[in-house]
Every structure is written in C-alpha cells, then in structure tokens.
C-alpha cells in the first residue's frame, strides 16, 4: 500500500489538528467537518479499509473504538455521538487508511444518507 495522506499526518509530513495518539492510533479534527465535533481516529497501521482487517488485528479495532468513545466523552459529547466507518468506494471512502469518523454536537436522522 502507498503513503496515503493519513500515513503523511502520522509521520508529520502535512499538519493535522491532532487530539489524541497512543502507540497505536491518531486522532485528529476532520478537515471538513461535518458536526460540531467531527474527529478522525486511525490506526498507525496502514490498513486500507475494515474489509481487508484479519482477527490478528481484533485488539487494535477495539482499541480504536474504546478511544472514539473516550474521545468523545473528553470533547463533552459522551452522551450523543456517531461513529461511522466507510467502506470502500461506494460507501464513501475517500481516504484509504482505516478510520472511525467520530461526530457529535448536532442531531443525526436515521437511517442515515
Ligand atoms: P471518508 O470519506 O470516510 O474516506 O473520510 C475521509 C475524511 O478525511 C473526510 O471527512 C475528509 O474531510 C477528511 N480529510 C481529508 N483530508 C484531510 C486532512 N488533511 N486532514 C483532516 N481530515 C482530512
């Protein structure tokens, strides 16, 4: 897999609004938000997207989610917020690094667009 841009923000190659990062995961404000929180956590891993995880990364995609929720939480939205996972082209993915969108601070319909 190619550097994507996800890989330059964790190596600091482009600057990025970073909110929290553990050995094994970043998370940092999206670019264009799309909430009045709107947050990125991906893993320093460099795994495409959640189709291509194997079991061998069960731990690290747990880990990611503990952290969205306590990043929410830390950012004062713990009691309302959505986690949302594109994946693949069609579903929206535009970066193809993992990454959990943490979004908070609005209303959200359901089922969602
Ligand atoms: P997705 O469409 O699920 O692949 O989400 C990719 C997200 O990355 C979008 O919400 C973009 O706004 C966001 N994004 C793209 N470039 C950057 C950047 N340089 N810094 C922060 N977020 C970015």
Redesign the pocket.
Known sequence: MTDT?FTK?INRE?A?DIVYEDDLCLA?????PHAPLHI?VIPKKPIEKISDASKSERDLLGHLFLVAGDIAKEQGYGEAFRLVV?NGEDA????FHL?I?ILAGRDFNWPPG
């Open positions: 841009l923000i482009i990025a940092f404000k999206d670019i264009n990125l594109n929206g993915q535009t970066v990454h969108h």
